[in-house]
């Protein structure tokens, strides 16, 4: 019979397991390595964590309650697809929670923070001139790092998870309905809110935020599309 100390460790293992495949799938998701559809197969995923199907199980199904992850009976985990209708309301929910935490996070924030968020920005700039996948990729995860530090200044863990989630599946819609190729996300925006938390004007901070979400989705198209049969889609 197993001790309850080794009970304990074995839970604390596979849960800590779960956790980082959780978190990768979530990181290849925001930087839209990972596209809306993809297949992930338990069998898939265990191989390449080197986990068990059943630790697999349990990340692809913690990214479900996220709503990362669609799971289909009889089909199984895909890549979350969002519709139109939720994708307006994922850029909603952020209108309503970012302004709050921006406040929270000004009443906090720090000098040693200031230069952290530049930093971000300073990162996000130069990885704009540069070419190629990998720039684009870690590009656009800069760019929503610079929210997640935000919600992370304002010492609210529960609000900071949530922001984790809104990041992902914003950049799932981004992938799905956006229609440019520049920044998911101004750069020059975020230098902006920056500049009115340094100078305590938090309604401008607050309004300049709600602009700038607004933004991202005046980019999205979100149209609904009708569906044509076979013959009408070969008569266009």
Do not use: W
């Not at 969002?82 to 996070?105: C, K, M, N, T, Y």
């Not at 800069?142 to 010492?155: K, T, V, Y």
Request: hydrophobic share 40%; with cysteine.
């Amino acid at each position: 019979m197993k001790s309850a100390a080794k009970v304990t460790q074995a839970e604390d293992s596979a849960e800590t397991s779960t956790q980082l495949i959780r978190d990768s799938i979530r990181e290849a998701i925001v930087e839209r390595r990972l596209s809306p559809g993809t297949k992930l197969s338990e069998n898939d995923v265990g191989n390449l964590f080197n986990v068990s199907r059943t630790l697999a199980r349990a990340a692809l199904q913690a990214l479900s309650y996220e709503g990362l992850v669609s799971v289909e009976k009889n089909r199984g985990a895909f890549v979350a697809y969002p519709s139109p209708d939720e994708a307006r309301q994922i850029f909603a929910a952020r209108r309503l929670v970012e302004p709050g935490i921006l406040r929270e996070a000004a009443a906090r924030i720090t000098p040693g923070d200031v230069s952290e968020l530049k930093q971000l920005l300073l990162e996000e700039g130069r990885l704009m001139s540069e070419r190629g996948q990998t720039a684009r990729r870690a590009e656009i995860k800069a760019s929503g790092d610079f929210h997640l530090r935000l919600a992370e200044i304002s010492g609210n863990a529960i609000m900071q998870r949530f922001m984790e989630e809104l990041v992902a599946r914003s950049s799932l819609v981004i992938a799905l309905y956006g229609q440019s190729t520049v920044s998911s996300c101004g750069h020059t925006e975020h230098g902006d809110i920056i500049a009115a938390i340094e100078g305590n004007e938090l309604d401008r901070a607050c309004q300049l935020m709600l602009h700038h979400i607004a933004h991202i989705e005046a980019d999205l198209d979100l149209r609904e599309r009708k569906s044509l049969g076979l013959k009408e889609a070969f008569e266009l």
